[in-house]
């Protein structure tokens, strides 16, 4: 789930955009659903179960200029960072209209990432890493390679919680740490320039990457760091990949940068034809090409084994930034870009042959809102809770300070992180 600050545009000076998708549950059964917006004015968060409906199932306007975003999953818990106080993380229980806890930081929050166990603050030079489960600091990665875009990515399966972020500020080193844990698992040598993307897939089992110049995109095996594919965006020109996403089996990754076109890799691994079974002129030239690349420069036989798009999405756009996600949508493969002309586009994809995907759906991702939010109804009935202690979980209503959430609350399962039974109290804090 990519974090992208937008900012603002001519077209849309009113908007601040920061649009990120959010998985609709926990690993196991992850579909890309939800889309959360920042704004001038808040944020939004979006539902997309039909490709005919897209539902805004909140609109927060706790605080204005609102540039980093994110959701767990699909419960209550958001966390947001405004331009106004760009130190500050505020969490944030929507469906109450109650902050749970805030949290200021040495320098400005460049990325948000979380998952059911953990909860990582990207600056520029360091990395925090909370326990989402009470939001106590358990590690801070200080001295960080130069991070000034705050990229990171964090595996939603919480049973590992991989977290990679760049090794290097000169070239495509991948620090792969493990947040359970507390611990680095490896270091992968993904790129020679410096590091553009990152991205897990669902199980934390496999990595993408891309670099600065955007021609090549990599996948690599996760512990280990081996690679397993390397798929070639195009050779003609250097671009900014601003999102990788893979489906939720692993099956394909997708790729979307400041040009026109939307990639879709297929991750499949070519096998050799059977003893006995009489070889294809398509196989018979892969060998030949195979053969020759031995004695080519490395440069040239490494292009000769790179694989080409399986898809492709021509937008009716270009140099706009977007982010990109692949879902199941009404059973069907879909692609959804989330652009920063503030528009929603939904793509038809052919899992068995590819080619070029056909649009299906153009929405507005900031329609007019027709009613007040949940959280501005609250605000008209209750008072604001205590600044430095919030209500939090216990199974009777009530909750003194210390409480911590039931493991069972966090059992294998989807999330349900969408009621009273939530986060327990906890104090101002500052790092």
């Not at 009113?14 to 890309?32: E, H, I, K």
């Not at 419960?75 to 944030?92: A, G, K």
């Not at 805030?102 to 990432?113: D, P, Q």
């Not at 039931?406 to 906890?426: T, Y």
Request: proline share 6%.
């Amino acid at each position: 789930v990519a974090y992208l600050d937008y900012g603002t545009t001519s077209e849309h000076p009113a908007y601040l955009w920061t649009p990120s998708w959010m998985c609709n549950n926990s690993w196991g059964s992850v579909c890309f659903r939800s889309l959360s917006v920042g704004t001038k004015s808040g944020y939004r968060l979006f539902s997309v179960t039909s490709v005919d409906k897209m539902d805004c199932i909140h609109e927060g306007a706790e605080c204005p200029d609102v540039y980093i975003v994110e959701r767990l999953f699909s419960s209550s818990l958001v966390v947001v960072v405004s331009l106004s106080m760009p130190r500050r993380m505020n969490v944030y229980h929507f469906k109450r209209g109650t902050e749970i806890c805030n949290y200021s930081y040495s320098n400005n929050i460049l990325s948000v990432r979380l998952n059911r166990q953990r909860l990582v603050v990207c600056l520029e030079e360091s990395v925090y890493i909370h326990n989402i489960k009470d939001m106590k600091l358990l590690k801070t990665l200080l001295n960080t390679p130069h991070n000034p875009s705050g990229l990171c990515a964090l595996s939603v399966n919480h049973g590992n919680s991989y977290l990679a972020y760049p090794g290097s500020q000169t070239i495509g080193e991948i620090m792969v740490y493990d947040a359970n844990n507390l611990s680095k698992v490896t270091m992968i040598p993904a790129h020679d320039s410096p590091l553009a993307a990152l991205t897990f897939n669902t199980s934390g089992t496999k990595l993408a990457s891309a670099s600065e110049r955007g021609t090549v995109i990599r996948v690599f095996t996760i512990p280990e760091g081996q690679r397993l594919f390397e798929f070639r965006r195009g050779m003609k020109r250097y671009v900014s990949i601003s999102s990788l996403s893979f489906s939720s089996d692993a099956q394909f990754l997708c790729a979307s940068s400041n040009t026109e076109t939307v990639h879709i890799f297929k991750l499949e691994q070519h096998s050799p034809s059977r003893d006995g079974e009489s070889p294809t002129w398509g196989a018979y030239v892969g060998k030949m090409f195979t053969a020759a690349s031995t004695y080519l420069p490395s440069q040239v036989s490494d292009m000769m084994h790179q694989d080409r798009a399986f898809a492709t999405v021509r937008l009716n756009m270009f140099g706009l930034k977007n982010v990109c996600a692949l879902s199941t949508v009404q059973k069907l493969p879909r692609l959804l870009v989330a652009s920063s002309d503030g528009h929603l586009y939904i793509y038809n994809i052919d899992p068995q042959d590819g080619g070029e995907c056909v649009l299906v759906r153009k929405h507005r991702s900031l329609p007019p809102s027709t009613s007040p939010s949940y959280a501005a109804t609250v605000s008209l009935t209750s008072t604001p809770p205590s600044s430095t202690t919030l209500t939090g979980y216990s199974e009777d209503g009530g909750a003194e300070k210390g409480d911590v959430i039931p493991e069972h609350e966090f059992a294998e399962g989807p999330v349900c992180l969408d009621d009273e039974n939530e986060f327990p109290p906890v104090s101002k804090q500052t790092n």
